[in-house]
């Protein structure tokens, strides 16, 4: 019964180990202005907030979209980088959402 007891405990921790590792680093959020939107190739370019001089440019093939978003819209994306490019995993639409609550 013990051998049975510690078979289960070294499968757990091995489960463990492996559902850990394959997590990988969470994803990074940005948000800020809308700048451009195009819905037909799935980008979106953002003026971050924290840094307004800058625009990101991300790929939003496979986010997930709850309102689309409209140029001067604030949003927050959920991405990581991919390939030297900035794919959204998710996209939050803060000024629809604004919108809904009144």
């Known amino acids: ?3 049975v007891r510690v078979a289960v405990v070294l499968t757990l921790c ?3 180990a492996l559902l850990t590792s394959a997590c990988g ?3 990074k959020v940005v ?6 939107y195009d819905s037909a190739s ?3 370019v953002l003026k971050d907030e924290k ?3 800058q625009e990101l440019a991300f790929s939003l093939a ?3 979209i709850g309102a ?3 140029e001067q819209d604030e949003v927050r994306l959920a991405y990581r980088e991919q390939g030297g490019s900035l794919v959204a995993i998710r996209v939050m639409n803060l000024t629809r959402q604004k919108e809904l609550g009144k």
């Open 68 to 70: 689309d978003p409209a």
């Open 51 to 53: 840094q307004p001089d």
């Open 1 to 3: 019964m013990n051998v």
């Open 25 to 27: 680093d969470p994803p």
């Open 42 to 44: 799935k980008t979106l």
């Open 14 to 16: 091995a489960s463990i």
């Open 31 to 36: 948000q800020g202005i809308v700048v451009k």
């Open 62 to 64: 496979g986010a997930e």
